[in-house]
């Protein structure tokens, strides 16, 4: 039986975080270019296999020109 570290809300936000980056018609490699990361970054954070914290957080929705409540809801 496989358990997730990750609660059910911290998925949605980044299903919503992904959602935000094909919206904004934005590669994950294109994304990982402005943040200065190599686009596997962007592949962990939205498979789950990398945790995003705070920090992090408003630096994708400076690219994602949302407000965090678009994350949060």
């Given at each position: 039986?496989?358990?997730?570290?990750?609660?059910k809300d911290?998925?949605?936000?980044?299903?919503?975080?992904?959602?935000?980056?094909?919206?904004?018609?934005?590669?994950q490699?294109?994304?990982?270019?402005?943040?200065?990361?190599?686009?596997?970054?962007?592949?962990?954070?939205?498979?789950?296999?990398?945790?995003?914290d705070?920090?992090?957080?408003?630096?994708?929705?400076?690219?994602?020109?949302?407000?965090?409540?678009?994350?949060?809801?």
């Amino acid at each position: 039986m496989s358990r997730s570290i990750y609660s059910k809300d911290y998925k949605e936000i980044i299903e919503r975080l992904k959602k935000a980056r094909i919206k904004a018609d934005l590669s994950q490699q294109a994304v990982a270019d402005k943040l200065g990361k190599p686009q596997s970054y962007i592949s962990k954070i939205e498979s789950g296999e990398r945790r995003l914290d705070v920090a992090e957080m408003k630096k994708f929705l400076a690219i994602y020109k949302k407000p965090v409540n678009h994350f949060l809801k």
